[in-house]
């Protein structure tokens, strides 16, 4: 599936790289494009956040009528979501996308080669057994990518062979090599540049993530409706959120996990992971502005 979706986001940054002749420049075209394509995901994932916020009095309430029966309470639960026309799994479907997004377009930049210039898998092994028959290092992880850098070498190896002209691809971005791996690189200060961009970003988005639940979480008074009776600090702390629980689980399982990523994977992944924190920062900023004009609206 990963395959499938990484040779459909090929086309399009290859189309995007022919226009502009930079990989750099193609990846943050595309970044920018997918990000455009998830926009309503995005505003419905932000409207849920803040109607999951307000459903939460109501949910507490619950728990503390039914918290010696469980049945009812879960039964309960699933009536409230109903009626409010939400899911407690409506986090989940988020997570799922940007999983498929992570490890799709890590295909792609792991495989330059073979999903954006459609090269047949059986050349690039003949290429990669040239170099090696060579005595020429070749990544057992990224071999694409060295082909790419072994580009002229390859094109004096095959004249006539048009596809060895598909392997040169112009990585270099702002002074930084692109196809550079910073685990094989680790004297060369330059590589650490984009993924040290990319972890700032990350907690920038986590610490306003977090801001943006606890200012739509703020503690407020919570009675039972039936019995008139306050629910105490203790039984609030102790409710659990399900869709805020998932959102914020994975805004620091993703970055984690693509920092362990990116120390290990070309720059190109990591540039694109940086472009993405970055418009996703403006995207917050700009749909809760949006979103708290709509709820002062209706109020």
């Known amino acids: 599936m990963f395959e499938f979706f990484a040779n459909l986001f090929g086309y399009l940054l290859s189309i995007l790289y022919n226009v502009v002749n930079n990989y750099g420049i193609a990846i943050i075209l595309f970044t920018i494009i997918i990000k455009l394509l998830l926009l309503p ?7 849920t956040m803040k109607k999951s916020a307000k459903m939460q009095e109501k949910m507490k309430v619950i728990q503390f009528k039914y918290k010696n029966d469980q049945e009812k309470m879960n039964q309960a639960m699933m009536d409230l979501y109903k009626n409010e026309k939400m899911s407690p799994l409506s986090g989940c479907l988020t997570a799922i996308i940007q999983m498929l997004l992570l490890l799709s377009i ?3 930049v792991k495989s330059p080669i073979t999903y954006m210039e459609k090269i047949a898998t059986e050349d690039v ?8 028959e060579e005595g020429r290092e070749v990544s057992k992880v990224y071999p694409e990518i060295d082909l790419i850098r072994e580009y002229n070498w390859l094109k004096e190896k095959n004249p006539e062979d048009a596809n060895v002209d598909k392997l040169n691809i112009q990585m270099n971005f702002l002074g930084l090599d692109l196809s550079k791996i910073p685990q094989q690189n680790m004297t060369d200060y330059t590589v650490y540049i984009i993924p040290i961009l990319y972890i700032i970003s ?6 306003m993530t977090t ?11 919570v009675i039972d409706g039936e019995t008139g009776k306050e629910l105490t600090e203790k039984e609030e702390t102790n409710e659990v959120d399900a869709v805020m629980q998932t959102n914020k689980m994975m805004s620091w399982m993703m970055p984690i996990m693509s920092i362990s990523i990116a120390l290990v994977a070309p720059l190109g992944l990591a540039l694109y992971w940086l472009v993405n924190n ?4 403006l995207e917050r900023l700009i749909l809760n502005k949006v979103i708290k004009q ?3 609206e209706e109020s």
């Open 278 to 281: 970055v418009l996703m920062i």
């Open 106 to 108: 890590f295909y792609l």
């Open 202 to 207: 990350s907690f920038i988005s986590i610490r």
């Open 41 to 47: 995901l995005s505003i419905k994932q932000q409207r």
């Open 125 to 132: 092994n003949k290429y990669v057994t040239q170099l090696q």
């Open 294 to 296: 709509e709820d002062g």
């Open 211 to 221: 801001a943006m639940q606890q200012n739509t979480n703020k503690k407020k008074t």
